[in-house]
């Protein structure tokens, strides 16, 4: 039934892999045994650049609901200059959880009634010698620390799995170095 | 081996499973990544098939025929206009019989233009002689085009695979991936017995009169309605023909079971809603809540929609007190296309069960759970009446 459904909605911008780092997280569930797993992208048109969302569900048992998710428990967003464009709390329970990259500071952002879990991505990935923008494996490593679902070895092995032929253990150590850095707060 | 793909994706590894040897498509959203992924397989030699870029959907099916009548196994897949600028030739594989397979990723038909989800475009072409099966996951999508296949070369006769574009098309979510030496038993390599042959030249489907006539060796050979009549002869026995490549596929592959229907607590429903596609599962969540409210309800899923199964249909829905029937497509003009179908077929019914029809998510219109809900409790609680007009879920925002 619904209730036992984490949903989590992924913000980034076409092109920058919010989807990749869906799927690892869905398939790192899937092997931690989770059997119900749903990863809906926004549907229609997507264009390079522009801001672009996807839900995944994650659930013991399968899912039938197929649309899009309205009230997250999560949500995670891969660039924080997205905040100024898209509403990215919107249906976001109360109490929920926002994963944000951003190089600014917890006490800089004031939501209300959630919990904020924050770390630079983009200068860690640049730290362990990824191509400058690359936040999607990082960003994972924010989301582990956040909230109690798949343990961080089994998304380390997932992202680098992923990531074969690209830079596979840099990636992997991003998510940790971020898993390591993240700052958590209430709100 | 368990995998998380798109439903796109999963029609392509049951393709590549077929061994296919041509595939010949035009891209349209939302089928595109299907097809992407077809020519990327064949590009790193995954599939050795031929990979025959056209300028339209007419010529994609058309290549398929010819690739057919000269003995190769071949696929295509196209949603929404692109099926119907390929009708005429859909009607024509039909006619000539040849075993080709094609998925439908389903979307609405323009105008105006949508590129999101119903199933307006395959219902259209209903009538072409096609099999048509319209399935709820991605493991039925797998499965299934695997499965066509063997029908199609088993009957001699067409088969679409149709699920819902971007609800499955675009979809992440985990399927098996069957084992490739179990599928080269259950497919074996596809051997046509009217295979185009230059040494031995012959007329393949000219013009043919409408009385049976002796052939140059004196044979008494059928004309065109005697033809016509073989074809829908033998759609009706593709019924249990389908059933029995289903029961093999089982045995080796542990899926299956209910390829025509496929039933969530219909036993001694008093209520059962009727729907395809991945629209069945949903309504599988709104059944389960008005079960623990105390109504007896369940949901039946139609698979096989063309030939339609009267018999199966019948079995399924004459127990029930009412029959309530949620499509995304329906004849302009009339009614619910299913809806009408089943009505037709619960004619010879005794006891007949009263027959709502709902129109839902034409072109994407977003359904709301409570949308579901409403619709079927309101037609489970009040009204129990044989009624001819479909009403219209989520109009207006």
New interface residues.
Partial sequence: MSSEITRIRWHGRGGQGAITAAKIVAKAAFDSGYEGIVMVPSFGTERRGAPVSTSLKISKTKINDLSPTENPDIVVVLDHLILDEVDVTAGLKEGGLLVLNSPRKLEDYQFKNIKLAIADVTGLSSEVGLKKGIVNSGIIGVLAKAVDLVKMSVLAKGIEAEFVGKKPEENAKSALLAYERTEMGEM | M?R?ESGNVAAALGVKLAKTQVVAAYPI?PQTPLTEKLSELIEAGELEAEYITVESEHSALAVCIGAASAGARAFTATSANGLLYMSEQVHWAAGARLPLVMCVVNRGVGAPWT??NDHQDSISQRDAGWIQIYVNDHQEIIDTVIKAFRLAETVSIPVMVCYDG???S?????FDVPDENKVDTFLPAYSYKHTLNPESPENLNTVTMPFARPDRDGVNKPGYMDIRHNLQQELRTSIPVFEEIDTAYKAIFGRGGSPILSAYKCEGADFIVAAMG?LS??I??IV?ELNLEGLKIGVLSVHLYRPFPQAQIIAALQDAKGVIVIEKALSYGNQGALFGDIKAALYPCIKRPFAHSYIIGLG?R??K?ADLYDAIKESCTTSETFEDTSRWIGLNR
């Avoid at chain 2, 675009?170 to 985990?174: A, I, K, S």
């Fill in positions: 368990k998380i959203t590129v999101w971007y609800y499955l675009h979809t992440h979510m985990p991945s599962n949903r599988k969540d389960d994407g977003e359904i759970k």
